[in-house]
């Protein structure tokens, strides 16, 4: 897989996961187990991302 398309990949996943925290945070009872464990995803793919860009 060419690295452009990896890295559209990954800030594609990284855009998905940042929708599922909003519509979390969004419920009147947000499961902040949740959204932490989202976050966390989030930022290992943001990592993932800057690695592939730095190259």
Same mark, same amino acid.
């Given at each position: 897989?060419?690295?452009?398309?990896?890295?559209?990949?990954?800030?594609?996943?990284?855009? +998905? =996961?940042?929708? +599922?925290? +909003?519509?979390?945070?969004?419920? %009147?009872? %947000?499961?902040?187990?949740? =959204?932490?464990?989202?976050?966390?995803?989030?930022?290992?793919?943001?990592? +993932? =991302?800057?690695?592939?860009?730095?190259?």
């Amino acid at each position: 897989m060419a690295v452009a398309a990896h890295v559209k990949e990954l800030e594609n996943k990284h855009a +998905q =996961i940042d929708r +599922q925290i +909003q519509t979390e945070q969004k419920n %009147p009872l %947000p499961d902040t187990l949740r =959204i932490t464990s989202l976050k966390k995803q989030k930022l290992h793919l943001k990592d +993932q =991302i800057h690695a592939h860009l730095d190259k």
